[in-house]
Structure formats: structure tokens, C-alpha cells
């Protein structure tokens, strides 16, 4: 079935430094494709989309590409800042059954240091 | 209020209680979710209903019993819970017909089993 793997976490950073959360996914036919945030005590929140391979969806100087030859979706923002500290998701959005449904991935933990 | 609101935000309950969350959104929306969210776990899919119809219940047990009375709330009854059962359970609603299906989640309910 569809599926989507980030990397581990813990990700600690200083502020200012380069962020990279890789992204893989499995899926059958072409699914859109999410970045989620969730920041301490709240729910999820949508970050950025992209609906088609070669897209890039970008937020709040966030990124990322959808590249359907290596199926990945990594998110990338050149310069974090404490405000980024937070828990980040990936998710498919699979279109199997009556409903559409997002598949998530387990979350990566952001911690940025100041 | 706006977006989706989900009361109790904490709610602490015996194994042998009785008791809901509800979840309300304000957006229009014709569909909505429940997930289950577990430490260093993917988010879990419980329930889809789109239109008030159930269209997704993915092998949950029978002691998470969802409702919906209407497009713009749901429940999830909660009865002879189990310990492993304590995590924190979102409510999303979303409007599937628009294209990407982005889903806006609400803060959760911290459920713990005792």
C-alpha cells in the first residue's frame, strides 16, 4: 500500500543554520503531497503542497520538490530560526476508496537553539 | 469561532468509563477524520465520513464508536478503554471536491487511560 518514510529525529539546529528533512514516499498513480507543522500543544498545521511531479511548494521560506524519479519530497529552508522548533510531517494524499485520505509519516522533532 | 474546535482538550478517564470528544468545524467542509496520534508512531487513521456517511473505519475496535449528526460535527464514544489507548486524538474536516485534499486539523484531545 502507499506509504510515506521521513528521517528519524531529533533534528537539532542553531539558529541560522541550513534545514533538510528527507522525505520518501510509495505510492501507486500520482498522489498530491504535504508538509504538516505542528507546533508544541496545537494540531496540525498545512506548511506547503505540491500536486504534481516538478512542482515545488514553498511557505514561510520553506521548500519543497516533488520528484517523482526518486519518489521524494524533502523540505529545505536556508536559514532556521527558534520559531521553527516544532514537529514536521510528511503526507500523501492517497486517492484509493470513497474519500480522499492523507497518509502520514511519523513526524521529525525540530529543535533549533538560539 | 473559526476553523475546527475539539473539546475536552484533556480528559483523563478510568477503564471502565464512558465518556466523548467532540469535535466542530466551521468551514464549510463535507468531510471529516479522525486520527490517533501516538508517540514515535505514524499518525493513525481512524474514521473518514464524507456527507455524514461513514466511508472509511480502518480496523478500529469497536470500543471507539464515531457519530455524526451533521457535516459540521463529530464524536468519538469512548467506552472500556484500554491503557495503550492514551494518546492524542485530532479531528480534521476537508473539502475533497477541491482538489488537493488539505485537511485542517484541530488542537486535539489529550486522552489519557488509567
Known amino acids: 500500500g502507499n506509504s510515506v518514510t521521513q528521517m528519524e529525529g531529533p533534528v537539532t539546529l542553531s539558529e541560522e543554520a541550513f534545514l533538510t528533512i528527507n522525505c520518501t514516499y510509495t505510492a501507486t498513480g500520482y498522489p498530491s503531497l504535504f508538509w504538516y507543522v505542528q507546533y508544541p500543544g496545537e494540531g496540525l498545521q498545512l506548511l506547503l503542497k505540491?500536486?504534481?511531479?516538478?512542482d515545488k511548494g514553498s511557505n514561510k521560506g520553506f521548500e519543497a520538490t516533488y520528484r517523482k524519479e526518486t519518489t521524494s519530497f524533502h523540505l529545505e529552508k536556508g536559514s532556521v530560526q527558534v520559531s521553527d522548533s516544532a514537529v514536521y510531517f510528511c503526507?500523501?494524499?492517497?486517492?484509493?476508496?470513497?474519500?480522499?485520505?492523507?497518509?502520514f509519516g511519523t513526524g521529525t522533532l525540530l529543535a533549533v537553539q538560539p | 469561532e473559526t476553523g475546527v474546535t475539539q473539546t475536552p482538550r484533556h480528559l483523563v478517564m478510568g477503564m471502565t468509563n464512558k465518556k466523548s470528544l467532540k469535535c466542530e468545524q466551521h468551514?464549510?467542509?463535507?468531510?471529516m477524520y479522525w486520527y490517533k496520534q501516538s508517540a514515535k508512531k505514524p499518525l493513525e487513521l481512524m474514521f473518514v465520513y464524507n456527507f455524514k456517511e461513514q466511508t472509511e473505519n480502518n480496523s478500529v475496535p469497536s470500543r471507539f464508536s464515531p457519530e455524526c449528526p451533521n457535516s459540521s460535527h463529530l464524536f468519538l464514544h469512548l467506552h472500556t478503554l484500554q491503557p495503550e489507548d492514551s494518546a492524542l486524538y485530532l479531528c480534521?474536516?476537508?473539502?475533497?471536491?477541491?482538489?488537493?485534499?488539505?485537511?485542517?486539523f484541530g488542537a486535539g484531545s489529550r486522552l489519557t487511560v488509567l
Open positions: 505540491a500536486t504534481k511531479a516538478d
Open positions: 468551514l464549510g467542509h463535507n468531510a
Open positions: 480534521a474536516s476537508s473539502q475533497p471536491e477541491s482538489g488537493a485534499n488539505v485537511l485542517t
Open positions: 503526507a500523501l494524499s492517497d486517492r484509493g476508496g470513497a474519500t480522499n485520505k492523507l497518509i
